[in-house]
C-alpha cells in the first residue's frame, strides 16, 4: 500500500522559504505524477504544481515565481519549496500522487501537514 | 484558468436521503478529466470518482458520477452516516489544476 508522509516545520517567518519533505513508502517515486496541495483554514484546495517522474514540472501560475518542486529518488522523497511567504500561505499542506494513467486524480494523500507562517 | 463552481454550498439531508451535487465549469472539461472527493474534518481528501463516472477502488456503488461538457454531478443515492462531508469537484485537462469551493452535505 502507498503511503505518503509530509514532514518540515509547522512554523515558518514571514519572507522566508517553506520547505516541506514527502516521503514516500510502498512504491517508488520512479512513477506517477507527485503533487502538493494546499488548503488554507476553512477553504477550498488549491493546486500548487507536480514533478513527474521524468523530472518534468508543473507549477500553478500565480504561485510560479515562487515554487519549486524538486525530487531524491534514492531516499524515494519529493520536496516543495516556497519562497518570500506571507500570512496567505499559511494552510494545510499536502502530498499526494496520481491515479495510475490519469495524472490528475489524486488517489494517494498524504495526512497533511499545517504550516502557519507568522513572525 | 477553469473555475469550478459547485452548488448547493451546504445541502441538509437526513440519513436514507439522494444527495444530488452540481459542479460547472468555466470551459468544457474532458470526462476524463473530472474527478470527485469527499473529505471529512482533520482528514486528507478521498478520491471517490474519476473520469466522471468511475468509482476509485472499495468506492460504495451508492456514490455516482455523470456530466458532460460544463456540468457534472455527484449523486449519492441514499445516505450512510459516514456520507456527511464536504466534496470537492476538480478538473485536470487544463492546467492549472483546479478545484471547486466544496459542497457540505450536513445532517438535517
Known amino acids: 500500500q502507498v503511503q505518503l508522509q509530509e514532514s518540515g516545520p509547522g512554523l515558518v517567518k514571514p519572507s522566508e522559504t517553506l520547505t516541506l519533505t514527502c516521503t514516500v513508502s510502498?512504491?517508488?517515486?520512479?512513477?506517477?505524477?507527485w503533487s502538493w496541495i494546499r488548503q488554507p483554514p476553512g477553504k477550498g484546495l488549491e493546486w500548487i504544481g507536480y514533478?513527474?517522474?521524468?523530472?518534468?514540472?508543473n507549477y500553478h501560475p500565480s504561485l510560479k515565481s515562487r515554487v519549486t518542486i524538486s525530487r531524491d529518488t534514492s531516499k524515494n522523497q519529493f520536496s516543495l519549496k516556497l519562497t518570500s511567504v506571507t500570512a496567505a500561505d499559511t494552510a494545510v499542506y499536502y502530498c499526494?500522487?496520481?491515479?495510475?494513467?490519469?495524472?490528475?486524480?489524486?488517489?494517494?494523500w498524504g495526512q497533511g501537514t499545517l504550516v502557519t507562517v507568522s513572525s | 484558468e477553469i473555475v469550478l463552481t459547485q452548488s448547493p454550498g451546504t445541502l441538509s439531508l437526513s440519513p436514507g436521503e439522494r444527495a444530488t451535487l452540481s459542479c460547472r465549469a468555466s470551459?468544457?472539461?474532458?470526462?476524463?478529466?473530472l474527478a470527485w472527493y469527499q473529505q471529512k474534518p482533520g482528514q486528507a481528501p478521498r478520491l471517490l470518482i474519476y473520469?466522471?463516472?468511475s468509482r476509485a477502488t472499495g468506492i460504495p456503488d451508492r456514490f455516482s458520477g455523470s456530466g458532460s461538457g460544463t456540468d457534472f454531478t455527484l449523486t449519492i443515492s441514499r445516505l450512510e452516516p459516514e456520507d456527511f462531508a464536504v466534496y470537492s469537484c476538480?478538473?485536470?485537462?487544463?492546467?492549472?489544476?483546479?478545484f471547486g469551493q466544496g459542497t457540505k452535505v450536513e445532517i438535517k
Open positions: 499526494a500522487r496520481d491515479l495510475a494513467a490519469r495524472p490528475g486524480s489524486l488517489l494517494y
Open positions: 470551459q468544457s472539461v474532458s470526462s476524463y478529466y
Open positions: 476538480q478538473q485536470f485537462g487544463s492546467s492549472p489544476w483546479t
Open positions: 510502498g512504491g517508488s517515486i520512479s512513477s506517477y505524477y
Open positions: 514533478i513527474y517522474y521524468s523530472g518534468t514540472t
Open positions: 473520469d466522471t463516472s
